[in-house]
């Protein structure tokens, strides 16, 4: 039996400390079982899951959700087999909903959630865990160009780029089959956009029209800008890294450097040059280093650029670090490990494992064949999602799946994909996205048999990175 210690965050969710598997009794029946990982997924304390066809298992196995020509399809990580799929007009985007369970899906100017059907429902002190299947909800906020959707701390930011419209809801409403909309706002003018909830109650938001945007403002709870820096030319991309003692630290990437939002103001990140982008951002909670792409021809030859070299944004001090890792990659490429890993995907076939602190790289990984970005960003390419300390890479053209566990760099499984897909996102069951073995737990001897029962998960809900791309028609140079 495994002991799980719930990290600081899940433990003021849940009130709970130490919590054991073995629960009361055994599964109610079959099912997929996977990672042994306590989680509160929305229903801890005296919350019950919606009256549904789900099965009690020993624990629960994270689900892999993939977008693709047609709809969504979700298969059990431990087999790689078929456990939902849903039809979606249109072309699909993918989001963590912030309770690690739903998925928000962007398609056909609505942004839609997505259960993956995983759910863990506290009793006492300790946790039952249940499957059931996947399904696309009623639960739907009308989005004209739905654009970035932004989980940090209790609440989930939806944003719709062709009205400027605002839809904050708490996320932890979703397994109670409601919305949970706690309030709707609007920026001045449509435009690609973001908003990003602040933990004091309050609101980091963009400022623009759809010809040129460089604003960025910070609302308290009531609504009120309390501090502005209009220094971001081509806004876009976001991250939170480490909070300090007076409250959130947010990234943003600019056309001329970065901008960091921190204690209440905001600062900029100095550039070589005068022209330095950085529209694609993964931060972790635990860090001060955001990992962004790093951008510096103003007028590319072609239209796109493709850089080999990646920054590691220093948020303490408003400094960045430049490693080249030899290598082109794009804006899927990038994500964080469970303890702040940087991880980049390269052409090369490589999965580079980095410490952000340093650069240094700790592994490389090859888990793909080379490959070239493609000439259209909704086109399928590599790409990844870290849960369960695990890196789901997806290689598109030969319909793979690899698993690699960050800490170790090793490649513990391999799937067949039954879809070619363009967008991934992999879900847990749990709000936080956050446990940890205590320690004295068994090791990690046998990936295959263990079912990676010993990763930590480090959802990118918080890192709030959300992809931009060169050449979208639709969004000038953006993807969403």
């Not at 600081?8 to 990672?35: D, I, N, T």
């Not at 982008?277 to 239209?303: M, T």
Request: hydrophobic content about 35%; proline content about 5%.
């Amino acid at each position: 039996m495994r002991t799980i210690v719930m990290k600081r965050r899940a433990v003021a969710l849940l009130g709970v400390g130490v919590l054991a598997l073995s629960a009361c009794g055994g599964p109610a029946g079959g099912g997929s079982g996977g990672s042994d990982g306590a989680s509160d997924g929305g229903t801890a304390g005296e919350g019950a899951a919606p009256e549904t066809d789900r099965t009690e298992v020993a624990a629960l196995s994270p689900r892999i959700v993939l977008a693709h020509e047609g709809g969504v399809t979700t298969l059990d990580s431990s087999d790689g087999s078929t456990v939902g799929s849903s039809d979606v007009a249109g072309y699909v985007r993918l989001n963590p909903a912030g309770d690690g369970r739903h998925v928000a899906v962007g398609a056909s100017d609505e942004i839609t959630m997505y259960d993956t059907g995983l759910l863990a429902q506290g009793h006492g002190d300790h946790f039952h865990y249940y499957v059931q299947d996947p399904a696309l909800t009623d639960l739907s906020v009308p989005a004209p160009m739905p654009g970035h959707v932004v989980p940090h701390g209790d609440r989930t930011a939806l944003f719709a780029d062709g009205t400027g419209d605002i839809t904050l809801i708490d996320p932890t409403a979703l397994v109670d089959g409601d919305l949970g909309i706690l309030e709707e706002t609007s920026t001045e003018a449509p435009h690609h956009g973001v908003a990003i909830p602040l933990s004091d109650g309050g609101l980091l938001v963009t400022q623009g029209t759809e010809d040129e945007r460089h604003t960025v403002q910070a609302l308290d709870a009531d609504g009120n800008v309390t501090a502005e820096t209009d220094d971001c030319p081509g806004v876009h991309g976001e991250a939170a890294a480490k909070p300090t003692e007076s409250g959130d630290v947010i990234s943003l990437g600019c056309e001329n450097g970065s901008v960091i939002y921190r204690d209440g103001e905001f600062h900029k990140v100095a550039i070589d040059g005068d022209f330095q982008r950085s529209g694609n951002q993964k931060g972790h909670e635990d860090s001060s280093i955001v990992l962004a792409d790093h951008k510096v021809e103003a007028d590319p030859e072609g239209g796109a650029e493709h850089p080999t070299e990646i920054a590691l944004i220093d948020t303490s001090d408003n400094t960045q670090q430049i490693v080249d890792l030899g290598s082109e990659y794009w804006f899927r490429s990038l994500d964080r490990g469970p303890n702040g890993e940087a991880l980049v995907l390269t052409a090369d076939g490589e999965l580079n494992i980095l410490d952000p602190e340093s650069g240094e790289i700790l592994h490389e990984v090859p888990v793909t064949g080379e490959w070239t970005e493609p000439d259209n960003w909704q086109e399928a390419g590599p790409m990844m999602s870290v849960a369960d300390g695990t890196a789901f890479v997806v290689d598109p053209a030969a319909q793979k799946l690899t698993m690699v566990d960050v800490a170790s760099g090793e490649i513990y499984r391999e799937l067949d994909l039954p879809v070619v897909p363009h967008e991934v996102q992999v879900t847990t069951g749990t709000a936080s996205g956050e446990y940890e073995i205590a320690p004295g737990a068994d090791e990690h001897d046998d990936a295959e048999a263990s079912e990676h029962d010993d990763h930590d998960e480090s959802e990118a809900s918080d890192a709030g990175g959300h992809e931009e791309h060169e050449g979208d028609a639709e969004h000038e140079d953006h993807d969403h």
